[in-house]
């Protein structure tokens, strides 16, 4: 049973720093792409950040660009997400995401991926 398990969550005020990470177990992902999405209360889950299978490309949203850093360790099976200057706006509930098959950086969508993890609230103070 293929399972991602989010940690790192919790409150911080705004302009702080957070690391988020995400352990597979079940089966290995260093072959395939990994992600983060989010969704903020009232809204739909939005993309993140997505990393290649080796850790040589990574893709984010427009909204996070600059502040946040997604990484991988492949020999722990753990995937991460630096989070700096952190705003009241990056509240919400992260999500974790694996595929099954590709291994680039360019799945922005939740369709793409095909194992998700239970999630870890953010909740940044004002």
Do not use: H
Not at 11 to 24: D, N, T
Not at 54 to 61: I, K, P, Q, V
Not at 121 to 126: F, G, L
């Amino acid at each position: 049973q293929v399972q991602l398990v989010e940690s790192g969550g919790g409150l911080v005020q705004a302009g702080g720093s957070l690391r988020l990470a995400c352990a597979a177990s079940g089966r290995t992902f260093s072959s395939n792409a990994m992600g983060w999405f989010r969704r903020a209360p009232g809204k739909e889950r939005e993309f993140v950040a997505a990393i290649s299978w080796s850790g040589g490309s990574s893709t984010y949203a427009d909204s996070v660009k600059g502040r946040f850093t997604i990484s991988r360790d492949n020999a722990k099976n753990t995937v991460y997400l630096q989070m700096n200057s952190l705003k009241p706006e990056d509240t919400a509930d992260y999500y974790c995401a694996g595929s099954r098959s590709y291994s680039g950086s360019g799945f922005r969508t939740e369709r793409d991926y095909d194992y998700w993890g239970q999630g870890t609230q953010v909740t940044v103070s004002s």
